[in-house]
């Protein structure tokens, strides 16, 4: 373990940011790694705690009192090894993961846990946490499996079936690879030189990736039962709607539709003029208070937006812990994202009624909504309280409803009542061959949940296949 006592003696220190007024000039990212005596002698406060928490606290079970101790040592090789055997990406999740295992950290009971998550990305920089084709000893088994969709749920699951000898196909319906990673997530949280690391890694190894193939139509269900497993890794794309007048004016849109074209344009992709959504010079309000809605406030902001305002549906949470939410649980407390330090007025409690047309009848020049409260768990309207509020460019995030539907009909899957597709523990749906993850099969959920569970069905897969 690391210094018995360094818990008591070392003062937490994360990783600290660019200020905003520079950062929002470009779309790199904006966190400054520590140095490498920092890094260890934030390592040296993980106290071993006997009951690591944070194991549970982390979807991946991350080990990570042993990996904070090999850095503390400053063998940050086999501390990468370790990191690796959990996580197929530790780039990634060092970069984008909220971090439960830091709430569930046993130093966080006086709020002061160890720095996991920087010193996760910095072990990630270490050469062994990349093996090429040639580290990784692997007997073919002859088998072939299909992955849909190359998001990390199915990046994650291509790597351990590859690694178990699978020859494995992904196909992806957009021009490249990594789904919301590549898509949704901008690239001041994550540039995409990570994922087209890993794509490369994995095609060097044999994994086939085949592009702008819509499976279902470019690929028929016969062309994929003919392997011999099928995973499923859509993701859960379809996005919630606010069914209110107004919602078909021009300026009022999806954050996929927004935050896509943004990081088209960053990759060097030109957005049609037709088509284009830019928040340059507007008045733009984000519905929705999660990370969609803080990703299209940072988008927003670097695209020089005229102001930006976020609203939430729900009260404004307690700055500090209720005792209806005690440690580990995840902290139910008001938090600000990067992007929302950038500058942006938040708002919460307010339920939109409307949007307004522009003198031409059908841009959008505001909205009308009303002051809400939660009352006996259900959102209630307070009369009286109408607001009006002026925007041209309003960015709907209220989360996604499921899968987009057509595949898993065709397929002959039940989905459950919410949408999404269900399997066991081992990822198998009701259809023999077929297996499900990520969020097509969780929900719209965190890209540390999409990795474990691609590692899991992977697992499922290999066991199925391994038993015929
Ligand atoms: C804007 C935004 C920001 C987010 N930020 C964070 C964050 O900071 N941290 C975090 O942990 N999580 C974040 N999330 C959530 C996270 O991105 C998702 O939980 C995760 O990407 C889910 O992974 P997945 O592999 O299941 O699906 P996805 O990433 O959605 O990938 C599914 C892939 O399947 C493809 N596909 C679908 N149907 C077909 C078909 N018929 N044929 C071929 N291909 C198909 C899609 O094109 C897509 O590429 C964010 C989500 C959004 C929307
Ligand atoms: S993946 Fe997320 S939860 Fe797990 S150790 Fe890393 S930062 Fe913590």
Not at 438 to 451: M, N
Request: charged share 25%; glycine share 10%.
């Amino acid at each position: 373990m690391g210094d018995p006592r360094a818990f008591l003696k070392v003062k937490r220190h994360k990783s600290k940011e660019a200020p905003a007024q520079e950062r929002i000039k470009t779309w790199r990212e904006f966190t400054i790694e520590p140095p490498p005596e920092e890094l260890l002698s934030q390592a040296s406060r993980c106290m071993d705690c006997g009951i690591p928490f944070c194991h549970q606290g982390c979807p991946l079970g991350n080990l990570i009192p042993e990996w904070n101790d090999l850095v503390y040592r400053g063998d940050m090789e086999s501390a990468a090894a370790r990191l690796l055997a959990t996580n197929n990406f530790p780039e990634i999740t060092g970069r984008i993961c909220p971090a439960p295992c830091e709430a569930s950290c046993v130093l966080n009971l006086d709020g002061e846990p160890v720095t996991i998550k920087d010193i996760e990305r910095a072990i990630a920089r270490s050469p062994r946490a990349h093996p090429k084709l040639a580290a990784i000893d692997i007997t073919p088994t002859g088998r072939k499996v299909a992955i849909v969709g190359s998001g990390p749920a199915g990046l994650a699951a291509a790597d351990e079936l590859q690694k178990r000898g699978h020859a494995v196909t992904v196909f992806e319906r957009d021009a490249r690879i990594g789904g919301l990673l590549r898509y949704g997530i901008p690239d001041f949280k994550l540039e995409k030189w990570l994922i087209d690391d890993r794509v490369n890694e994995l095609a060097a190894r044999g994994v086939t990736f085949r592009t702008r193939v819509d499976v279902g139509s470019d690929v028929t269900k016969d062309d994929l039962f003919a392997y011999d497993a099928v995973l499923l890794a859509t993701g859960s794309r379809v996005p919630r709607d606010l069914a209110t007048p107004g919602r078909e004016l021009v300026g009022v849109h999806y954050a996929m539709d927004f935050l896509s074209q943004q990081n088209d344009r960053v990759a060097g992709v030109s957005v049609p003029k037709d088509r284009e959504l830019l928040a340059t010079g507007k008045r733009v309000v984000v519905i929705g208070g999660g990370d969609t809605g803080s990703d299209c406030v940072g988008t927003s902001i670097r695209q020089g937006a005229l102001s930006v305002m976020q609203l939430e549906l729900m009260p404004r949470p307690s700055l500090t812990r209720m005792p209806e939410n005690p440690w580990p649980e995840w902290p139910l407390v008001f938090r600000t994202s990067s992007s929302q330090e950038e500058g942006c007025e938040r708002d919460f409690g307010v339920m939109t009624t409307g949007f307004v047309a522009s003198a031409d009848g059908h841009t959008l020049a505001g909205l009308s909504a009303v002051r809400a409260e939660l009352r006996g768990g259900k959102i209630t309207p307070q009369p009286g309280t109408d607001l009006s509020i002026p925007t041209e460019l309003c960015l709907l995030c209220m989360g996604f409803t499921g899968p987009e539907r057509g595949l898993p009909e065709l397929l002959g899957l039940t989905l459950d009542a919410r949408g999404n597709v269900p399997t066991d523990a081992t990822g198998r749906t009701s259809v023999p061959k077929v297996f499900a993850t990520g969020d097509a099969s969780r929900g719209q959920s965190l890209v540390v949940w999409a990795i474990a569970d691609g590692r899991r069905a992977a697992e499922g897969i290999h066991a199925a296949l391994r038993g015929s």
